[in-house]
């Protein structure tokens, strides 16, 4: 939001100061301090003071690990050019502006449709630049399947973003990149958010364990393989409570969560790890898409028994002038009903859908709770059947066999290949919004 000057001044984006960590809450914090090793059986770290110069030492008995993820680079000619950007932390963000503010700079390339790539875009075009982004996947946002993540596409052509899938960056030249179909892009700075890894120099080096996704290893109280030394945030790796496998998350709430049970462990209050389903929002222009726990992709890895439905609702009732469409997609454990994931878009309140959803994946919630919830409704907020409660009624009427469904998956095979004929039955003004070609109404 500061490459766009939404938040003008970049030095507003530092929330806390090691005296106000000082004032409030009587913890010495050591900026521009590098921790270079972990002395395990002395209890002690080896530090650098990044400004003096002086190394020094301290001693623990417990140590909390929390060093993050640091973005990826590919290894590509001209990647390293002053020119090739990624976005971690505020100082990232302020030499990116710096460069970008410059006048020559009217094309930039964002490589990555992640979330920061996606954010990355938005504020770019809104201080007027040309933006490509090149995704080497068939889409952006991973966290949605390739039939809803379609909505998102359409926004960022319709804002003018250039969208290049199926096609992975191959070289960086002085003012375009290449990419591997051929084809190259002005760009008079790349911004690379092709995601990120954990940062586990330290961990390694002490010999604490590492997981088969790279994070660290920790057990249900976030401690390593060395009981006195903790990990928490992007570094460590994750149970999914739905998959039942080690992942990786990198997202804020869950490392919130996780230096909070791994603080109450060490001053000896239990406080068990729950695992991750992994929700997430982000903005894309006037859309907000979110998601929470498992994708299609991923129930088919799983190898799981899922069905899905998709509801298109109101996210407030229609006579209100902010009342917009809402693309929800759900899918469910068959039979048990299980909701295993959700993704949404749309210009209202898809966030709030979504944590709803969320919360009914934590506590193992099925079609029928979903069905039940009693949510808040005005008519500015929702509708007195939300959108929520609609596609848990959607979803029992296919898992109790009610009815059938044809997917949009499904639509183009029966139509090539079976010679259906459609008929939409909708009302005539919905026929007339927007239809298959060939349906008849
Ligand atoms: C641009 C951007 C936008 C994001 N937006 C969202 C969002 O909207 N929602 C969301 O849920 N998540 C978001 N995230 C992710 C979120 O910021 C992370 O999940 C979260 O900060 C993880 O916390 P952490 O403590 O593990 O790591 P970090 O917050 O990255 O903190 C790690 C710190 O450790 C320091 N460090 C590393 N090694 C050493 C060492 N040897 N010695 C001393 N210090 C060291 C690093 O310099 C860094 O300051 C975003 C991330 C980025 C980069």
């Given at each position: 939001f500061h490459l766009s000057g939404i938040i003008p001044d970049s030095d507003s984006l530092i929330l806390s100061t090691p005296e106000i960590f000082a004032a409030r809450y009587n913890i010495e914090v050591r900026v521009r301090n590098e921790v270079l090793s972990i002395d395990r059986v002395a209890k002690t770290i080896a530090v650098t003071n990044l400004d003096t110069g002086e190394n020094y030492q301290e001693g623990y008995d417990f140590l909390v690990l929390s060093p993050g993820a640091v973005p990826l680079k590919p290894s590509i000619p001209g990647a390293d050019a002053p020119h090739v950007f990624t976005v971690r932390d505020v100082v990232d963000i302020d030499r990116l502006k710096k460069h970008v503010d410059l006048p020559h700079v009217t094309d930039v390339v964002v490589v990555g449709g992640g979330y920061i790539g996606l954010e990355v875009t938005e504020n770019l075009v809104l201080a007027g630049k040309n933006v490509t982004m090149v995704e080497m996947r068939d889409r952006v946002m991973m966290r949605l399947d390739s039939d809803i993540v379609q909505l998102l596409h359409r926004e960022l052509h319709d804002r003018g973003?250039?969208?290049?899938?199926?096609?992975?960056?191959?070289?960086?030249?002085?003012?375009?990149?290449?990419?591997?179909?051929?084809?190259?892009?002005?760009?008079?700075?790349?911004?690379?958010?092709?995601?990120?890894?954990?940062?586990?120099?330290?961990?390694?080096?002490?010999?604490?364990?590492?997981?088969?996704?790279?994070?660290?290893?920790?057990?249900?109280?976030?401690?390593t393989s060395d009981s006195s030394i903790y990990a928490v945030g992007d570094a460590i790796e994750v149970f999914n409570q739905l998959t039942h496998k080690p992942s990786r998350l990198a997202m804020a709430g869950p490392a919130q969560r996780q230096a909070r049970a791994a603080a109450d462990h060490i001053f000896g209050m239990s406080q068990r790890q729950t695992g991750v389903i992994g929700s997430a929002v982000v903005r894309v222009f006037e859309q907000t898409a979110a998601s929470t726990g498992l994708t299609e992709d991923e129930c088919r890895a799983e190898n799981m028994s899922f069905d899905k439905v998709y509801v298109i609702g109101e996210d407030m009732v229609s006579l209100m002038p902010e009342s917009a469409a809402m693309h929800l997609k759900l899918l469910f454990e068959v039979p048990t009903g299980r909701i295993l994931g959700a993704q949404a878009v749309g210009p209202g309140n898809v966030d709030k859908r979504m944590d709803v959803i969320a919360t009914l994946i934590m506590l193992g919630g099925t079609l029928e709770d979903m069905r039940d919830l009693e949510l808040c409704y005005s008519p500015m907020y929702s509708t007195a059947k939300d959108v929520v409660n609609n596609a848990a009624l959607v979803a029992l009427n296919i898992l109790n066999r009610v009815y059938s469904q044809v997917t949009i998956g499904d639509v183009r095979r029966l139509i090539v290949e079976d010679d259906a004929t459609i008929v939409d039955v909708r009302e005539e003004q919905e026929f007339a919004a927007g239809h298959i070609k060939g349906a008849l109404n």
């Open positions: 973003v250039q969208l290049v899938l199926n096609d992975a960056l191959t070289k960086v030249g002085p003012d375009s990149v290449t990419v591997a179909s051929g084809a190259s892009y002005p760009a008079q700075a790349v911004v690379m958010a092709i995601g990120v890894r954990p940062e586990t120099t330290l961990a390694v080096d002490a010999g604490l364990q590492i997981g088969t996704t790279g994070g660290i290893v920790v057990d249900g109280h976030y401690r």
